[in-house]
Each structure stands twice: as structure tokens, then as C-alpha cells.
């Protein structure tokens, strides 16, 4: 109900995000990847796309800095890239609240304790996106997941909602010092 409730109130906010988003990225609006959700079921997540695809003489992405658009870069700060996973969270891929979703190919990377990040639903936000977000060590992201996943309570949920509201307005924690994106998960170490 609160995703259906989301979506429609924020229907307007949407429609302008999509429509500057397909001028900016050359008619591609939308960022579709399969990421591993509840018990490592596949699914694929919806964002707004905040980078184009332009590439190198050799037909390689260039480095994600110089790829991320002025307007990408308003709406990643401002979290609207994350609208679009109130569908997810109306098809059952989500929840609003839990473990954020990586990527797939992490999956073979985690320790036993890790791997219990998927025994709930990933969330839109989460313990460890309040608590440090993107600007936290993996070690740290993992901790804090378990930790939600081991305190999972209403009270808990409020708590994040809170949080990321404070988040979303700070601008907080939204990359990690000097990269655009952040960087990726090689295991443990």
C-alpha cells in the first residue's frame, strides 16, 4: 500500500524526472539490472539512469565519472534515481525497507554470515544506507545489514524511515570520496 500511495503522490515528480532523464540519456529514461533478492531469486531492479552510454574509441564505457550527466547527478544527490523501485516493491521484488541489492556476480563472493543479507526482501533504503550509505567500508555495509536483518521490528523500520529522510535531505553518504559510483565488492579479504 505505502509503495501504490508513493507512486501516486510522487506521480508528478516522476513524470518530470523521466521526461528531463530521456532528453539528457538519449531516450533511455530507465536503468533495468538483475540483481539477487530474497533467498538469491533474481530480479530485475528499475532506476532512473543517471549516466549515458557514451564509450571510448575501443568501445569501452567510459569511467563512470564522465558518463555521469548534470542531471544524473541532481537526482542521484537528491535520491529520485530510487523512485522507480516502488514498482519492484509493488511486484514483491522489494520492500521498502532491508538489505540493499548488488550484484549478482557478489553473490559467489560472500561468507556465510553475508549470505544472510538475502534471507529477507532487499529493501529501497535500509540500516546500512542510514548509517553510512555508499561512503562505509563493504565490511562495515555487511555488519550492518545482518544487524537489520537480525533486529527486523517495526520500531526498527520506523527508525530507518526517519533516518533516510534525514539522509535524503543532508545529501549524505551518496558516494565514496573521490568516485562517482562505489567501488566494487572483491570479497573478503
Known sequence: MIALMGLILLSPVFIVVMVLLYF???GKPFFV?????????IFHIIKFKTMND???AQGNYLPDSERLTPIGSFIRQ???DELP???NVL????AIIGPRPLLPQYLELYNET???RHSIRPGITGWAQVNGRNAISWTKKFELDIWYVDHLSFATDCRVIILTLKKVLKKEGINQAHQATV???KGNN
Open 114 to 116: 553475508q549470505r544472510r
Open 54 to 56: 557514451k564509450k571510448d
Open 33 to 41: 539490472q538483475a540483481r539477487p533478492g530474497l533467498n538469491e531469486k
Open 24 to 26: 539528457a540519456n538519449q
Open 183 to 185: 567501488e566494487a565488492f
Open 91 to 94: 511486484k514483491g521484488d522489494m
Open 85 to 87: 523501485q516502488l514498482i
Open 78 to 80: 537528491t535520491s529520485l
